[in-house]
DNA sequence: TTTACTGCAAACCGTTTGCAGTTCC
DNA sequence: GGAACTGCAAACGGTTTGCAGTAAA
């Protein structure tokens, strides 16, 4: 994610303090954060950072390909910093979301038959499950 | 879905005629409404049927497990019956929705090095692609 | 007869939008 | 200087809720 501002600059893009901090607050991994989870983060460094500029800049970030969105139960969607691919292990109870990397390719398992003419370019897995912190003792 | 009535019934819930319509509109395979379609199906056959109701007998169905919620990019989620585990193949330009069942079990795929701790009970997979009327010709 | 269920309407909340003012290049 | 960006505030749309009335058992 360090190199994403020269990124967005070779895109035309303008380097804004708004934009630098909401790159910044989404960098690392197992981060999905909600909109209002980075306009929080992003207001303890910038106070002045409006909701509608965070609204623009992740969608800005998810067309360049930088951040994936990640629809889930909840209303709120997350972003996730999209530097490696990878699929989610999701917590039932309190909604703890790690990043994970299964062996093998989830796509070789659909076969022609079940494609119904679709041509697929991806497959996008959640897995669920209890964390630590909420299995039954 | 047909016996769904049965079971509602053994779980001391009223049979009324919204929630037998309700019922009646998520039956089938690759069907995956909004709540404003379901209302929509729904009041073609019993006008005087309320949005509310519409969205308490979706709550039901799915604690029930007869129905899944499917989150999607969408604002609105999905309802599907849920009568056989499955998993989605989704067009990324018309959004439209097949059901589909890929060969071996996703969650195989997840090593123990993976789960942080985690007890996996379930995986649900999205394939992405283009369906065959929006596929480039 | 009892109490679960329904319909109405308003509230809710995440997200989007229009626009005037600002700032980066 | 000019186009791109920001902030404000209002609108939007799917979902939830409170409550008075209705109907299933």
Same mark, same amino acid.
């Given at each position: 994610?360090?190199?994403? #501002? /020269?990124?967005?600059?070779?895109?035309?893009?303008?380097?804004?303090?708004?934009?630098?901090?909401?790159? /910044?607050?989404?960098?690392?991994?197992?981060?999905?954060? +909600?909109?209002?989870?980075?306009?929080?983060?992003?207001?303890?460094?910038?106070? /002045?950072?409006?909701?509608?500029?965070? %609204?623009? +800049? =992740?969608?800005?970030?998810?067309?360049?390909?930088?951040?994936?969105?990640?629809?889930?139960?909840?209303?709120?969607?997350? %972003?996730?910093?999209?530097? =490696?691919? !990878?699929? !989610? #292990?999701?917590?039932?109870?309190?909604?703890?979301?790690?990043?994970?990397?299964?062996?093998?390719?989830? #796509?070789?398992?659909?076969? +022609?038959?079940?494609? %119904?003419?679709?041509?697929? !370019?991806?497959?996008?897995?959640? %897995?669920?499950?209890?964390?630590?912190?909420?299995?039954?003792?």
């Amino acid at each position: 994610m360090s190199d994403l #501002l /020269e990124r967005l600059r070779a895109r035309g893009w303008r380097i804004t303090a708004q934009r630098r901090v909401v790159a /910044e607050v989404l960098d690392g991994e197992h981060v999905h954060l +909600t909109a209002d989870d980075v306009l929080e983060r992003a207001a303890a460094r910038l106070p /002045e950072i409006s909701r509608a500029t965070v %609204y623009n +800049t =992740l969608g800005e970030l998810v067309s360049l390909g930088e951040v994936v969105e990640f629809a889930t139960d909840d209303r709120a969607k997350r %972003y996730d910093p999209n530097a =490696l691919p !990878h699929h !989610h #292990l999701v917590c039932s109870v309190c909604g703890t979301i790690r990043d994970v990397h299964p062996s093998g390719d989830p #796509l070789a398992d659909l076969p +022609t038959t079940e494609r %119904y003419g679709f041509t697929v !370019h991806e497959a996008e897995v959640t %897995y669920r499950g209890l964390c630590p912190s909420c299995a039954p003792t």
